[in-house]
């Protein structure tokens, strides 16, 4: 298995690994993807969303204050959900890098 590690001074390390661990750091790396795409859509959703309700002629007349107000709570949510999900995502990896 190949392990690059750093962002800008990158750093090549080769190891002979176990089929189970490279299962398992495919997995969470396939998880990771999965969860991008997924962030992708919703971010897509919440941009056309804001568009409809502040930009356009189709904002709603009636109930205004309470469409922004659950439009808010509802983008809060994704984000304090999304940073939670990423931040265990790249401890399990971590974790499991270290342990190779």
Same mark, same amino acid.
């Given at each position: 298995m190949t392990i690059e590690k750093g962002v800008l001074d990158k750093q090549v390390v080769e190891k002979q690994v176990t089929s189970?661990?490279? *299962?398992d750091v495919m997995l969470q790396i396939n998880e990771a993807d999965q969860l991008w795409k997924m962030n992708i859509y919703l971010i897509? @959703?919440?941009a056309a969303v804001f568009i409809a309700l502040f930009f356009t002629? @189709?904002?709603?007349k009636k109930y205004y204050k309470w469409y922004v107000f659950m439009y808010f709570i509802f *983008?809060?949510?994704? =984000?304090?959900?999304?940073?939670?999900v990423?931040?265990?995502l790249?401890?399990? @990896?971590? =974790?499991? *890098?270290?342990g190779l």
């Open positions: 189970q661990d490279a *299962l897509s @959703l919440f002629p @189709l904002r709603p *983008l809060v949510t994704f =984000v304090i959900w999304d940073v939670t990423h931040k265990e790249a401890g399990k @990896l971590a =974790v499991t *890098l270290k």
